[in-house]
């Protein structure tokens, strides 16, 4: 399976029960009764492969402690063997969904073995327990019992029901940064916790580092159970420090196990929130890029959003987890495949059926064409004190006026400060406090509080630069990049990418203006094509003084030029 080229949903083939209604996270369903006939099995997996479909996630039984629990973990695993075989047969791949820290939302009939195995929250002294999504209590991963029995349970899934991949998520310490405090957390610890989150205090930064190092080892000691099938987690938001440091994960970490990066896409808002998602498909490019993992997305929309919701993903090398317009209403439920919506998968399938004509054009083109490194500094969202939100405003906001000023970027991890000599002329470093010393010959853009700790969050007794300059007094206009926009809608996002042959050029219309021209110059461009899911063919563009131009009303969502150098 290439996993470069993924095209997943969501697939639920069990037989629901009449619970819920009042369950404000349904995905996560106790109730097992059965799974449905294999004829209706074998229509739902017609349907999304017809449509362009390579890969589906078993939906809705999640829960592989609570079924050993129930004494029912062999029924759910010959239920998801039947489905997988149906599923092969024709010719499409099937992971399996798990939820790790995911305990109850009640501790009734618990047995004191699986008392013992819940973490427990520093802040109240009791067993862990979030408000969230009906209230949940929290297995902890560094349990040595629940490892093992997670493990165990894992890896009788992978080998008697033949799945392709795995994906296991809420591996974190979600009720926050007291979670967790148990004896095995404080003795992998291996020292007092502090009692409040003073971010001067090196033990407190420790701590921060402790537990999202005890994420990747969960993610390491399931890899070891499973094998070597493609696995992933799940992670909202790159740049948001509350994932790192309110809830004990990062990516850094996790990717020690896993070999797909994937990000959910929490808004339903489409175009209107399509700024900050931008941000976050950028700092994804650059985490796979950096990786060499491929980056899958999931994007709620209703159905006449989908293809912008598409487009955008793609404009930043994201593969689709494609979903119905039915999360519009509700949180992701096992009563709700996407082939029980037409509309939906129709429009899926339009979508894939144009991407197909290219062959692995898409798949391939994901580094981007850029001569200005955007850092996103990981040790400063992971363990500078980001309350104030400084972090996360400047990352943003550069993302931003970048974009804006259809400026090419590309952005970087820490570990290659060292390595972009040659590969770009400008290095931006939006408030990276936290930062290693590193040399650039290029030209260093360093603003907020860059460089005042080291990599450790710790005080540099001299701050690494003796100025920097604040986002809203830098001409962004002024700097290089390779790929020029001389004319376009305000609301037009451009992204660059190397192709296995010249460039592509994406173009995404994130507003409702189409008026006015599009013109763009590449130096040493010959040949244009300019590709859209709303022409029928490509339409051959004339390079006039290296630049092509056309009217900006010829594509509705997403367009793409694809150029080739003389």
């Known amino acids: 399976m290439d996993i470069r080229a993924l095209r997943m949903t969501n697939w639920s083939f069990k037989v629901c029960g009449d619970n819920l209604g009042g369950m404000k996270a349904p995905c996560m369903d106790p109730v097992w009764l059965g799974v449905v006939s294999d004829d209706a099995m074998r229509r739902q997996v017609a349907a999304l492969r017809d449509a362009g479909f390579n890969a589906l996630i078993v939906e809705g039984l999640r829960r592989l402690m609570l079924y050993e629990h129930k004494g029912v973990s062999a029924e759910v695993r010959d239920g998801i063997a039947r489905a997988v075989a149906i599923a092969h047969a024709e010719g499409v791949r099937v992971f399996y969904h798990s939820t790790c820290s995911f305990a109850a939302p009640s501790l009734e009939g618990f047995t004191k073995r699986e008392l013992a195995m819940l973490a427990v929250d520093g802040a109240t002294g009791r067993h862990a327990f979030i408000p969230n999504w009906n209230g949940w209590y929290l297995w902890c991963m560094n349990n040595p019992d629940f490892r093992d029995e997670y493990y165990r349970l894992a890896r009788l899934m992978v080998e008697q029901t033949r799945v392709d991949g795995l994906m296991t ?89 896993t070999s797909i990066l994937f990000t959910e896409v929490c808004t339903r808002e489409g175009k209107a929130a399509w700024r900050p998602t931008a941000a976050n498909c950028a700092a994804y490019q650059g985490l796979g890029r950096y990786y060499g993992a491929p980056v899958l997305g999931l994007s709620i929309s209703d159905t006449p959003g989908i293809e912008f919701a598409w487009a955008l993903r793609l404009a930043h090398g994201i593969r689709p987890w494609g979903v119905g317009s039915a999360l519009m209403r509700r949180s992701l439920s096992p009563e709700d495949n996407l082939g029980d919506n037409p509309t939906d998968l129709a429009e899926y399938a339009r979508l894939f059926h144009w991407e197909d004509r290219y062959g692995a054009l898409f798949v391939n083109a994901v580094r981007p064409v850029a ?121 037009l996002l451009v992204r660059a990418v190397y192709a296995d042959t010249g460039r592509l050029v994406h173009m995404v219309n994130c507003g409702d203006a189409r008026d006015g021209a599009i013109a763009v110059a590449v130096p040493g461009m010959a040949a244009a094509t300019r590709l859209s899911p709303s022409f029928t063919q490509p339409l051959p563009l004339a390079v006039r003084d290296g630049a092509v131009r056309f009217p900006a009303s010829t594509f509705e969502h997403y367009a793409v030029l694809r150029l080739l150098p003389g």
């Open 169 to 257: 998520d809420e591996v974190y310490f979600r009720a926050g940064w007291h979670d967790c405090v148990c004896e095995h957390c404080v003795a992998k610890f291996g020292r007092a916790l502090p009692a409040a989150a003073d971010f001067a205090d090196p033990v407190w930064r420790e701590w921060l580092r402790f537990r999202m190092r005890s994420t990747g080892d969960f993610y390491e000691g399931l890899r070891r159970a499973v094998g070597g099938i493609p696995l992933l987690g799940c992670k909202n938001d790159e740049p948001n420090p509350t994932h790192s440091q309110y809830y004990g994960e990062n990516n850094d970490e996790r990717m020690r196990g």
């Open 371 to 491: 001569d200005v490194a955007l850092l996103l500094s990981s040790a400063t969202r992971d363990q500078d004190d980001c309350r104030d939100h400084r972090f996360v405003r400047e990352f943003h906001g550069w993302c931003d006026a970048l974009t804006t000023a259809h400026i090419q970027f590309a952005v970087v991890h820490e570990d290659e400060l060292n390595d972009l000599d040659g590969r770009f002329e400008v290095l931006i470093l939006p408030h990276a406090v936290c930062l290693p010393d590193f040399e650039f010959s290029g030209r260093i853009v360093a603003t907020g509080d860059s460089g005042r700790c080291d990599p450790a969050g710790a005080e540099r007794a001299r701050p690494r630069f003796e100025r920097t300059v604040p986002l809203g007094e830098f001409d962004v206009a002024s700097l290089p990049t390779p790929v020029r926009v001389l004319e376009a809608p305000s609301d």
